[in-house]
């Protein structure tokens, strides 16, 4: 199995400049209780 997947946008404003963001999805944690991201303020 591969490692995380990267996500590439493209954003364009009202400008018309073009921005490109990379986000990187990391694999699921090997621990059986991990449930997405951990929100401290629940």
């Not at 990267?6 to 954003?11: P, R």
């Not at 090997?30 to 997405?36: F, S």
Request: glycine share 12%; net charge negative.
């Amino acid at each position: 199995m591969q490692g995380g997947q990267t996500l590439l946008f493209t954003i364009t404003d009202e400008n018309g400049h073009v921005a490109l963001l990379t986000t990187e999805i990391q694999p699921p944690s090997d621990d059986p209780e991990y449930d997405g991201p951990v929100s401290e303020g629940d």
